[in-house]
């Protein structure tokens, strides 16, 4: 079965630093792009990043700066450094891959959670 699992996630306080993993075997090697998303309580799923095949790196404009995707082919995980926490980073946050030709099957992992105090 297709897995997605991430962790990593955890209590800090505002300026501190985490970095979550995604473990998905199969999805670091290949040719689709793999994601960060974050979802804080009552409001919708936001994209925070995206690493290409080729290790090209997108952020949401506001986390610029601050957070560093990046994958590990030899381990088969992705990686979101978080540094300088705001209590706003306080979500659930997620990755997500896919499969296929042309990248149409969708995973997900069951998310890892964030709490960031002030």
């Known amino acids: 079965q297709v897995q997605l699992v991430e962790s990593g996630g955890g209590s800090v306080q505002a300026g501190e630093s985490l970095r979550l993993s995604c473990t998905a075997p199969?999805?670091?090697?290949?040719?689709?792009?793999m994601h960060w998303y974050r979802q804080a309580a009552g409001k919708q799923r936001e994209w925070v990043s995206t690493?290409?095949?080729?290790?090209?790196?997108t952020y949401a404009d506001s986390l610029k700066g601050r957070f560093t995707i990046s994958k590990d082919k030899s381990k088969d995980t992705m990686y979101l450094q978080m540094n300088n926490l705001k209590p706003e980073d306080t979500a659930m946050y997620s990755c997500?891959?896919?499969?296929?030709?042309?990248?149409?099957?969708?995973?997900w992992g069951q998310g890892t959670q964030v709490f960031v105090s002030s």
């Open positions: 199969g999805f670091t090697s290949n040719h689709c792009a």
């Open positions: 690493i290409s095949p080729d290790g090209y790196t």
């Open positions: 997500h891959s896919h499969s296929g030709r042309v990248c149409t099957f969708d995973y």
